[in-house]
Nanobody, 126 residues
Framework: QVQLVESGGGLVQAGGSLRLSCAPSGSIFRLNAAAWYRQSPGKQRELVAALTSAKRTNYADSVKGRFTISRDNANNTVYLQMNSLKPEDTAVYYC????????????????????WGQGTQVTVSA
């Protein structure tokens, strides 16, 4: 049974950086399309960044220019590099893989699959 394992969360001061990692375990599962979501207390889970098999990327407006999603095919790992962190970035971050990609001319949408990681806490202090 495939599981997604996330790591890299923690406590950081505003303006700092963290890098989250997501890799499958338990089975041979190649990461292609993937995404990071986050959820704060009392809020719905929201898409932060998504990546297609062709490495097209898409970001929430709130993180554009600060976060970067990438995939290392050799290590079969998806990353989320988070720079210039703000207190409002505080949330549990979840990895999703194998979602449905709908391509448009200049962008795409990512519909999540049922394959989620367990979440990793990111806390940004003011």
């Amino acid at each position: 049974q495939v599981q997604l394992v996330e790591s890299g969360g923690g406590l950081v001061q505003a303006g700092g950086s963290l890098r989250l990692s997501c890799a499958p375990s338990g089975s041979i599962f190649r990461l292609n399309a993937a995404a990071w979501y986050r959820q704060s207390p009392g809020k719905q889970r929201e898409l932060v960044a998504a990546l297609t098999s062709a490495k097209r990327t898409n970001y929430a407006d709130s993180v554009k220019g600060r976060f970067t999603i990438s995939r290392d095919n050799a290590n079969n790992t998806v990353y989320l590099q988070m720079n210039s962190l703000k207190p409002e970035d505080t949330a549990v971050y979840y990895c999703n893989a194998g979602g449905q990609i709908i391509n448009y001319i200049n962008t795409f949408t990512y519909n999540p699959s049922a394959l989620w990681g367990q979440g990793t806490q990111v806390t940004v202090s003011a």
